[in-house]
């Protein structure tokens, strides 16, 4: 999955792919993150640059949506 880079201090890169509803969060350590059955609107919110990706992240998405570790 191709992912973009954002701007913050933990979170290197975001991708998504609408079709499967899969997001993938690579943070600045190296660690990757896949996030399963997300809708649209939670990544095109978390990168739109109105909010802080990080804290997005934290608190829409971490404990909400089932993950596995990359």
Do not use: C, Q, W
């Amino acid at each position: 999955m191709k992912r973009s880079r954002v701007v913050s201090s933990s979170v290197a890169a975001v991708g998504y792919d609408e079709e499967s509803r899969i997001l993938e969060v690579e943070f600045v350590d190296g660690r990757v993150y896949r996030y399963v059955d997300v809708p649209p609107h939670v990544p095109a919110t978390m990168v739109s640059g109105s909010v802080s990706v990080g804290r997005f992240l934290n608190d829409r998405v971490k404990g909400r949506y089932r993950y596995v570790k990359l």
